[in-house]
């Protein structure tokens, strides 16, 4: 029995609170905190079982702190924003809570994510006898544990890793993201990046695609070359890959708007000046953009993300494939978001019942391929994203 403090009421801290809530056995008390606390009230209005709820300014080290001491919760859930991540690692070091979270830190003001910045907790998170898990999604998250498991069971060696993320859903709208809009522009926008044999190498942004023929019926969709997180630590704990590269699905409509949008200026990180006061163009995009959380009722559709993984095992070549396929309107219907919100907010609460149940043990900072993947990939069986292998 323990409890659980999640940050950020956006999309996926909704699915969070949702999921956490189903499983009373393991979260008796759930506290939903972040920068707005009305947010938090309408999401624990939707849920039977109470859920405190509270105003936080995560970037506040000592307002977190004193959050954290009140509640006194065993393990922090943050599904704020990337800026969040160090500020509440503080936090859980200074009270001695386990702490847990979907993307790797980015600095406000350079649109550049790596696990340097959290990776250097390491020794501090170990002498505290806590765990950091990192990345609990689903890319980073679940792709982490796919290939875990394919190496544990079905490879001696693994060579070459392809993550295939597909949004095969159609909310309706000209243009909007699926998550934080500042966020995923920040990560599609810049260069694409790749492992091939022992180096990085760097690609234009958008610049490499290719068809690639979605199973049950999804079909054919173009997907395009994107460096993502989740590759840095994978290449570093399975160092038999010769080849890692993350992909993903965009439609002609959204490339274009996006294209558009650069060329004016407005995925801009940096502050102008306008009508005597400073704004930055991409937070000012934000706010016209739709909110993700309102394309819960509009999306139709389905997500396929999954590892193609090639290799060796009992020194003959091997392929295989594993995924999920998970349906945007049954995700609306049991807990009121898209599929893109449901697949981040599922792991983030299988990797916190992971830290509290014990069934994931460590102290120090952690990705999730470094614990044993079959405890979790059972759990998304139950909670609600199945997944399937496949031999090619
Ligand atoms: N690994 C994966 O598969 C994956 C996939 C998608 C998203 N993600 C990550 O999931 C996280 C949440 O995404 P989302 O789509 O839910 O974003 P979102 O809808 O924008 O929600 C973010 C929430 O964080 C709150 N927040 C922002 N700054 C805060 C602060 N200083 N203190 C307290 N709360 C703060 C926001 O509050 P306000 O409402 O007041 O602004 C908002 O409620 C992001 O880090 C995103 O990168 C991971």
């Not at 806590?130 to 875990?148: E, K, W, Y």
């Not at 859903?169 to 990560?187: L, M, V, Y």
Request: some cysteine; proline content about 6%; aromatic content about 10%.
């Amino acid at each position: 029995m323990s409890k659980v403090l999640i940050v950020g009421a956006g999309g996926v801290g909704q699915v969070v609170a949702h999921k956490c809530a189903q499983v009373p056995e393991v979260f008796s008390e759930i506290m939903l905190a972040s920068r707005t606390k009305e947010k938090c009230d309408r999401i624990a209005a939707q849920i039977a079982r109470p859920i405190a709820t509270a105003r936080v300014d995560a970037d506040r080290v000592p307002e977190m702190a004193a959050l954290i001491r009140e509640f006194q919760p065993q393990v922090v859930i943050n599904v704020a924003l990337p800026y969040q991540d160090l500020a509440i690692m503080d936090a859980c070091l200074e009270t001695g809570v386990h702490y847990l979270d979907t993307a790797n830190y980015e600095p406000p003001d350079e649109a550049r994510f790596c696990y340097a910045w959290q990776w250097a907790y390491q020794e501090r998170f170990r002498e505290r006898g806590l765990m950091a898990l990192l990345g609990s999604g689903f890319d980073p998250g679940v792709t982490n544990v796919f290939t875990a498991y394919a190496a544990k069971h079905h490879f001696d060696e693994i060579h070459e890793l392809e993550i295939i993320d597909c949004n095969a859903g159609d909310h309706g709208q000209p243009f909007a993201t699926n998550f934080n809009p500042e966020i995923n522009i920040r990560e599609i926008t810049q260069r694409g990046k790749f492992w091939e044999n022992g180096q990085w190498v760097e690609t234009d942004p958008l610049s490499v695609s290719q068809v690639y023929d979605f199973p049950e019926g999804i079909g054919p969709r173009k997907i395009y070359l994107l460096f993502h997180e989740e590759l840095e630590s994978l290449v570093k704990h399975f160092p038999t890959i010769r080849k890692a590269r993350f992909w993903m699905t965009f439609s002609d409509n959204y490339l274009k708007h996006l294209e558009v949008l650069q060329n004016v200026g407005m995925t801009r990180i940096d502050p102008v000046v306008f009508e005597g006061r400073e704004i930055v163009p991409i937070k000012f995009l934000k706010a016209l953009l739709p909110d993700p959380g309102s394309l819960g009722p509009l999306t139709k559709g389905r997500t396929c993300i999954g590892n193609l993984i090639s290799g060796v095992k009992d020194g003959k070549p091997r392929r295989y494939y594993v995924y999920n396929i998970c349906d945007h309107e049954a995700c609306y219907r049991e807990v009121g978001s898209q599929a893109i919100s449901y697949t981040t907010g599922v792991p983030a609460m299988i990797g916190a019942l992971m830290i509290v149940t014990g069934a994931w043990k460590g102290a120090g900072v952690f990705n999730m391929e470094q614990f044993d993947p079959d405890p979790f990939m059972e759990r998304l069986n139950r909670h609600g994203l199945p997944w399937t292998e496949t031999f090619l």
